[in-house]
């Protein structure tokens, strides 16, 4: 699951108009086959089995749809 916020929209230095969003997911090692892990000399792992990802997106508004 991606858990996405909303953060509004301003007018930018350049006159445009832009939106900001800040997203998090957390994804499980184990569901991408990614089970290699170095045991340290405590005896505890060297990577947790979790990733936790934030993205903070800005985006602009446009007069057109860009070219494909």
Do not use: C, K
Not at 11 to 21: I, K, Q, T
């Amino acid at each position: 699951d991606l858990d996405l916020s909303y953060l509004g929209t301003g007018p930018d230095p350049w006159g445009g108009v832009r939106a900001a969003f800040h997203a998090t997911a957390e994804l499980r090692r184990a569901d991408f086959a990614m089970n290699y892990n170095q045991v340290v000399q405590a005896g505890i792992s060297a990577i947790g089995t979790t990733l936790r990802v934030e993205l903070d997106i800005q985006a602009v508004q446009g007069e057109a749809l860009p070219m494909a």
